[in-house]
């Protein structure tokens, strides 16, 4: 009885420490569970010194929906630092209920076993400010994401970082409105579920060498940039899922993931393309939706997987698998993709029971003459295109069904058409050992999805709502900050690059009104004010220069804005559009180089003393805005060149900001001062291009200089002049 009485003492002592709520303070340390009071705490935070760092084993901690609001100085998502929670070397820990916004990253986990995230909003966390604009894509936005050994991820930010965190639980968190959401590296056998991830500007999940993972019923949708309807689709390796080096043996099962810079992306590793060996071999993508991506709806390349039950619609490529074997695709449904299936290089794989319509060409497989001389992969594996077997498919109002080049021993068994088909078959004398008789195949489906092991868990949430809405590559809006999440007032030029002068605009938002207050560079505005959505026109201004801005004003619903910031209903809330464009006449030289010979970057000049250089070619143009690959082509291709751009003009008086994206090396002068000096490419180890911005003021008479150097590879160089508001 005495025992008893203590033991209950006891308990009831412990729940009272857990049931008394704290206050969030900065540099705290976590060892024992423990709730929070609910509010808002604005604490700044660093790298070195987390807002909280939680270690130990067996906590809880219960934020009870308090935010944790970081970066307080900060006035842009580029600029956000720090980590609001650190949890470290601890096992069996829940977090729940916690909002965190304005960090670098939201949660950092390393060493965890049985981490527990429920009911975490991380949104609105660090993103790249994207140079891209409606007319053009800029180089520098592309992202790189080929290594993480040293978790050179994080230099994206994230809302979740897991890094060595084996069967942790990620379950009805939200992440928006940020770059990455829940990353993951060495972080085996998690269950990651209704969770909703979307609209962010690089990607939703993703996993490095992180395996038997079950990721299922999650809404990843719009995780997306390089994207301008109509004009280019490149997304920038952005992706709704990636799924990078050997990760294997992972359940991706009910997932939403439309309008992805690629739905899902999947590489074998730099591992994998030095040796040969290992892959992301044996992941099952099973009755997810890919669609509306702009480039492609799964991409899949050097690895054994398979694909079953999925929908991708309206992609560049529904499925891209290059050098993928042994992998199944079976019973999919494609529609209207350029191409549904492209595999270049594939090997024994079996495309089974899938529906193509309104694709403009379905299977296309393929090789090269030759492989790169620098690849390891090539030298131990077999890299033929060979040995498909394509049974039991329905074709409909396909132009190009089957296009094989340089592919040997196809099968192909009880397919079937209807509708339009202009071509059934086509190849070239590179095919071998094509087989269409009609014997039955021998198929491996029904067994592939028996295989299947869905995990018992709670109820799935649907992550399909307002997927008809949300239908078709056109609602892909991507703005400086990212993807346009159709929730706060915005007016969007639809017709950038077009000439006629008439611009049109189109303009979305909540239930409320819209009016314009002031214009400029623009006329014979259609309307004045209006509800959403809306659709105006205006003519612009003939001049020179493009110099436009139309500032509106929103009165309605509230709201949340790009930033996370809530607009209560009633406020009077400002928006605008604005382009600007200053046209300089460049001079442009192109210069052959050796650095065998003479290298400029160890050297003072830019050409040897005492040699005259005559350039290979020149050209004039208005803007500098270049990108090459494999160098330029004049007389003959030169790997190794430099560019040297002049011009002179007369630039308004005003602040401006200078933007230069390059590869490898650029040098910029005004008025013979150097104001940007990026001669050193050693400084810049990420497979990317780098961008630098300069505020400048400016007016007058000017005179410009820029000297560019490509060393071979990728070469880019553009130079943007932006006026300040």
């Known amino acids: 009885m005495k025992f008893a009485v203590s033991f209950f003492a006891f308990c009831f002592i412990c729940i009272s420490a857990f049931t008394q709520s704290r206050l969030v303070t900065a540099g705290m340390k976590i060892t024992k569970s423990v709730s929070f009071k609910k509010s808002n705490y604005a604490i700044n935070a660093s790298k070195e010194k987390p807002v909280i ?3 130990g084993n067996n906590i809880i901690i219960d ?36 909002k965190a916004k304005g960090y670098k990253v939201a949660l950092l986990a390393k060493n965890v076993q049985s981490l527990t995230l429920e009911n975490c909003d991380f949104s609105y966390n660090y993103r790249q400010h994207l140079n891209s604009t409606q007319e053009k894509e800029d180089i520098s936005d592309w992202m790189s994401y080929h290594q993480n050994e040293k978790d050179e991820w994080l230099r994206y930010g994230a809302a979740i970082y897991l890094s060595g965190c084996d069967s942790s639980v990620i379950k009805n968190c939200t992440v928006t409105g940020g770059q990455n959401g829940l990353m993951m590296t060495n972080s085996n056998n998690g269950m ?18 992180s395996s038997n993972n079950r990721i299922m019923y999650n809404r990843v949708i719009f995780n997306v940039r390089g994207y301008s309807h109509g004009v280019y689709n490149r997304g920038q390796d952005s992706a709704g899922m990636l799924v990078y080096e050997q990760s294997n043996n992972n359940l991706f099962y009910g997932n939403n993931v439309t309008h992805g810079g690629d739905g899902f992306f999947l590489w074998a590793g730099q591992t994998t393309m030095d040796n040969g060996k290992g892959g992301c071999n044996d992941n099952v993508l099973y009755q997810n939706d890919f669609s509306y991506a702009p480039t492609n709806g799964i991409e899949v390349t050097f690895s054994r997987n398979q694909i079953i039950q999925n929908k991708m619609i309206e992609c560049d490529h529904g499925i891209w698998g290059g050098y993928s074997f042994e992998t199944l695709i079976a019973e999919n449904q494609f529609g209207q993709n350029r191409i549904a299936i492209a595999i270049e290089h594939g090997l024994q794989n079996s495309i089974q029971q899938n529906s193509f319509t309104a694709d403009k060409e379905a299977i296309r497989l393929w090789a090269r003459k030759e492989q790169p001389a620098d690849w390891g992969y090539a030298k131990y594996r077999d890299t033929r295109s060979a040995r498909y077997t394509i049974a039991g498919n329905t074709f409909n109002n396909i132009p190009l069904v089957f296009n094989f080049n340089r592919t040997d021993s196809l099968f192909l068994y009880s397919n079937s058409y209807s509708g339009t088909i202009n071509t059934k078959l086509k190849t070239d004398s590179t095919v071998q050992h094509l087989d269409t008789s009609s014997k039955s195949p021998v198929t491996i489906l029904n067994s592939a999805i028996n295989e299947i092991k869905l995990p018992a868990g709670e109820s799935p949430k649907n992550v399909f709502t307002e997927s008809k809405q949300l239908a078709g590559r056109k609602n892909i809006l991507v703005t400086e900050w990212g993807p346009y999440n159709f929730r706060y007032p915005i007016i969007r030029n639809v017709n950038p690059i077009d000439t006629s002068g008439i611009l049109k605009f189109d303009l979305f938002g909540p239930k409320g009104n819209w009016k314009i207050k002031s214009a400029k560079g623009v006329k014979n505005i259609s309307a004045q004010s209006g509800s959403f959505p809306a659709t105006i026109t205006a003519e612009k201004i003939k001049s020179a220069i493009t110099d436009i801005q139309i500032l509106l004003e929103y009165t309605g619903e509230g709201f949340t804005d790009a930033f996370g910031k809530s607009i209560p209903a009633g406020t009077i809330h400002n928006f605008s559009f604005s382009k600007f464009f200053q046209p300089i006449d460049w001079n442009v030289r192109f210069f052959s180089l050796d650095t065998s010979n003479y290298n400029p970057i160890k050297e003072k000049s830019l050409f040897a003393p005492n040699v005259r250089m005559r350039p290979v070619k020149t050209e004039q143009v208005h803007q500098l805005d270049y990108a090459w690959w494999g160098g330029i082509k004049a007389d003959e291709q030169y790997k190794q060149f430099i560019t040297v751009s002049e011009a002179t003009a007369k630039i308004l008086p005003g602040m401006y900001e200078l933007s230069v994206t390059w590869d490898d090396a650029v040098r910029v002068y005004i008025d013979n001062k150097l104001v940007l000096n990026e001669w050193n490419p050693a400084l810049y180890k990420f497979d990317e291009s780098p961008n630098r911005k300069l505020k400048i003021k400016l007016g007058g008479t000017h005179s410009f200089r820029v000297e560019h150097l490509e060393l071979g590879g990728f070469a880019t160089l553009s130079v943007k002049l932006n006026r300040l508001k």
């Open 53 to 55: 760092l939680v270690e």
């Open 63 to 98: 934020f009870n929906n308090a935010t944790l609001k970081g970066s307080n100085q900060a006035t842009r998502p580029d600029e956000f630092s720090g980590i609001a929670i650190l949890v470290q070397n601890s096992g069996h820990v829940t977090i729940k209920n916690l």
């Open 192 to 209: 990651i579920y209704n969770n909703d991830f979307s609209f962010n500007s690089g990607i939703g999940i993703g996993l490095y060498r």
